[in-house]
């Protein structure tokens, strides 16, 4: 498998694309710590790019600190951000913030259990979880690349033919049916990075699925406040609440006990 650490750590093309989101991206992000987390509480914002979440989190009020696997990315001269792997975060104390997040990394993450028990290990008794990626082995993601191709716009996760898309759309609606029985795979793929598609999720590494994250938190010794619910639309908040484990994005609060 491709290094991605390595290809963090090296990619101009990658930061530049960090660079170029829009605040509106994180708002979602910030407003459930807003909702779940005391203000004024000390956090950790896990895989924080080029800091534009951090500096919203402090802006609204927390005591955050930034991480990422990139000093490329990490906004020069700014206090309180570091890089930390955190597969290994061996110089982050155990039981030590209020509430640690990640928004859009664990599907870049090649140990996705290990990434998971170590947010665990290093938030309080008592302290908040907070979990927003996109759910990749939802059946909606490869409709959505369907659309893309047919729009010929960038397709999501790189995948550039329709055989591929469509076919997709049975594995991932099996790996979702798993996953609801409680087969928990944390099934990895093959990141596309050959084809000059830079973002779009083509560099991720893990099938997310909402369901196993939830159940891996739980038998961490944490309890769910939030599972799913939200959406960008009418139809994805439908589904998000009546068949939360298909959902196209994983939304998940916990409370380590």
């Given at each position: ?23 509106s991206v994180f708002m979602p992000y910030i407003d459930l710590f807003k909702k779940f987390v005391t203000i004024g509480g000390s ?215």
């Amino acid at each position: 498998m491709i290094n991605m650490p390595e290809y963090y750590k090296t990619s101009d093309s990658y930061a530049e694309m960090l660079r170029n989101q829009d605040v509106s991206v994180f708002m979602p992000y910030i407003d459930l710590f807003k909702k779940f987390v005391t203000i004024g509480g000390s956090v950790v914002d896990i895989g924080c790019g080029v800091g534009t979440s951090t500096l919203l989190l402090r802006q609204a009020g927390f005591d955050a600190m930034g991480t990422d696997v990139s000093e490329k990315f990490l906004p020069a001269g700014k206090d309180k951000f570091c890089v930390v792997d955190f597969q290994d975060a061996v110089d982050i104390p155990s039981n030590s913030y209020s509430a640690v997040g990640t928004m859009n990394v664990i599907e870049h993450v090649e140990n996705p259990r290990k990434f998971l028990a170590e947010i665990v290990r290093v938030v309080q008794p008592g302290g908040k979880i907070i979990v927003l990626a996109p759910n990749l082995t939802s059946p909606i993601v490869p409709v959505g690349i369907l659309r893309d191709l047919l729009k010929k716009q960038t397709p999501y996760l790189g995948i550039t033919s329709f055989t591929k898309a469509c076919a997709l759309i049975g594995e991932n609606f099996w790996r979702s049916l798993r996953a609801e029985l409680g087969i928990n795979a944390f099934a990895m793929r093959k990141p596309i990075l050959d084809n000059g598609i830079v973002g779009y999720d083509a560099d991720a590494v893990y099938w997310t699925n909402a369901r196993e994250i939830s159940h891996f938190l739980k038998s961490n010794g944490c309890k769910t406040l939030l599972f799913q619910k939200q959406g960008n639309s009418t139809v994805s908040k439908l589904i998000a609440n009546v068949l939360p484990g298909f959902a196209g994005k994983v939304c998940i609060v916990a409370q380590k006990n």
